[in-house]
């Protein structure tokens, strides 16, 4: 009964409540975003147990900064931010991130990768779905290509809103959706010629 | 209208572009069968990107967290529970203890006055150790 009331509090309310120290309240913040913040931290970390474990962090991180949130703004672009500043943080303490930092503009278009064995179409794709080659397809995608596709294909926010949340430019996000997408279609362009072949 | 770059068409499923635009691109599109290929190949990696979004056993993620935020009342009942436990033992040790010394004591006490009755002529006792001693 209690939990319901809870479940149908709006996310300022819960804050407040979580800012009072009701651990009930952050509990069902948590139920609310872990989903996308596990999602979004496993596409940025390349690994479904780094994603977990960073999210669980931010999770941490959250309740003991949840006092300095101002209640009166939307709580899940503060924690997608929280979120992507601790992968970029873990990333960068392992030394994986030369290509995640913030600050990043990509002015030289990397070059397109010729696609390896994975792709090729005599032994993969009459096993491998679609599904399969794309999310191979996006896992091979360069970082920060990938979250800025994330962050508008999944999270459905705009060049604008990337661009915030990324602290880069728009035309930085504009040409790393581009990038992102030219790598992905090169790397489907053998599975749909397969598939159109056979069709 | 030419047809669209790849950049324009990224921009045009994105919609981030201008409405004349989006307008001009979707009527080229229509009529032209190459773009509408190039424009759902775009369309199949979003759908596919999409896809990717996970369920994941939030359930289990939760009540991690909060066991990491707050593992106090877990500890604290832990202590108690140590605490029950080793009470437990000591009373148990002290109870076996007890009895062994007891039984020892009545095993001695049996010996002894078996000895005194063998010794001293005695043919009966009672339970209190008073002992009748016959005249005979």
């Given at each position: 009964m209690k939990s319901k009331k809870y479940k149908e509090q709006d996310d300022i309310d819960l804050i407040k409540l979580a800012q009072k120290g009701d651990e009930k309240a952050f509990e069902e913040i948590v139920n609310r975003y872990s989903n996308r913040v596990i999602n979004l931290a496993t596409q940025i970390m390349r690994s479904k147990d780094e994603g977990w474990d960073v999210a669980q962090e931010v999770f941490i991180s959250i309740w003991r900064n949840i006092k300095n949130f101002d209640s009166t703004k939307s709580l899940y672009p503060w924690i997608r931010r929280i979120t992507i500043n601790a992968c970029y943080e873990e990333l960068r303490k392992r030394g994986k991130s030369k290509e995640s930092?913030?600050?990043?503009?990509?002015?030289d278009e990397p070059s397109i990768d010729v696609p390896d064995e994975t792709y090729?179409?005599?032994?993969t794709f009459s096993k491998i779905e679609l599904k399969e080659v794309i999310e191979k397809a996006l896992e091979s995608l360069p970082e920060h290509y990938r979250t800025t596709l994330w962050l508008r294909?999944?999270?459905?926010?705009?060049y604008e809103e990337i661009a915030e949340t990324l602290n880069i430019n728009i035309g930085t996000v504009k040409s790393r959706i581009n990038m992102a997408r030219k790598l992905m279609r090169d790397r489907l362009k053998y599975y749909l010629e397969v598939k159109d072949e056979s069709s | 209208m030419n047809h669209p770059s790849f950049e324009e068409l990224s921009s045009f499923i994105d919609r981030e572009l201008p409405d004349w635009k989006i307008k001009e691109i979707k009527e080229h599109i229509d009529e032209c069968p190459s773009c509408k290929e190039k424009l759902e190949v775009l369309l199949i990696i979003d759908q596919g990107v999409r896809e990717n979004y996970k369920e994941f056993d939030t359930q289990t993620f939760t009540a991690e967290v909060l066991e990491k935020i707050n593992p106090t009342p877990t500890r604290r009942y832990s202590f108690r529970l140590k605490l029950a436990t080793i009470g437990l033992a000591i009373s148990l040790i002290f109870g076996v203890s007890l009895g062994i010394v007891r039984d020892m004591y009545r095993e001695n006490f049996n010996r002894e006055k078996q000895l005194l009755i063998s010794q001293h002529n005695i043919i009966s006792s009672g339970d209190m150790g008073v002992i009748f001693i016959s005249n005979r």
């Amino acid at each position: 009964m209690k939990s319901k009331k809870y479940k149908e509090q709006d996310d300022i309310d819960l804050i407040k409540l979580a800012q009072k120290g009701d651990e009930k309240a952050f509990e069902e913040i948590v139920n609310r975003y872990s989903n996308r913040v596990i999602n979004l931290a496993t596409q940025i970390m390349r690994s479904k147990d780094e994603g977990w474990d960073v999210a669980q962090e931010v999770f941490i991180s959250i309740w003991r900064n949840i006092k300095n949130f101002d209640s009166t703004k939307s709580l899940y672009p503060w924690i997608r931010r929280i979120t992507i500043n601790a992968c970029y943080e873990e990333l960068r303490k392992r030394g994986k991130s030369k290509e995640s930092s913030l600050d990043d503009v990509e002015d030289d278009e990397p070059s397109i990768d010729v696609p390896d064995e994975t792709y090729s179409p005599e032994d993969t794709f009459s096993k491998i779905e679609l599904k399969e080659v794309i999310e191979k397809a996006l896992e091979s995608l360069p970082e920060h290509y990938r979250t800025t596709l994330w962050l508008r294909v999944v999270e459905n926010l705009t060049y604008e809103e990337i661009a915030e949340t990324l602290n880069i430019n728009i035309g930085t996000v504009k040409s790393r959706i581009n990038m992102a997408r030219k790598l992905m279609r090169d790397r489907l362009k053998y599975y749909l010629e397969v598939k159109d072949e056979s069709s | 209208m030419n047809h669209p770059s790849f950049e324009e068409l990224s921009s045009f499923i994105d919609r981030e572009l201008p409405d004349w635009k989006i307008k001009e691109i979707k009527e080229h599109i229509d009529e032209c069968p190459s773009c509408k290929e190039k424009l759902e190949v775009l369309l199949i990696i979003d759908q596919g990107v999409r896809e990717n979004y996970k369920e994941f056993d939030t359930q289990t993620f939760t009540a991690e967290v909060l066991e990491k935020i707050n593992p106090t009342p877990t500890r604290r009942y832990s202590f108690r529970l140590k605490l029950a436990t080793i009470g437990l033992a000591i009373s148990l040790i002290f109870g076996v203890s007890l009895g062994i010394v007891r039984d020892m004591y009545r095993e001695n006490f049996n010996r002894e006055k078996q000895l005194l009755i063998s010794q001293h002529n005695i043919i009966s006792s009672g339970d209190m150790g008073v002992i009748f001693i016959s005249n005979r």
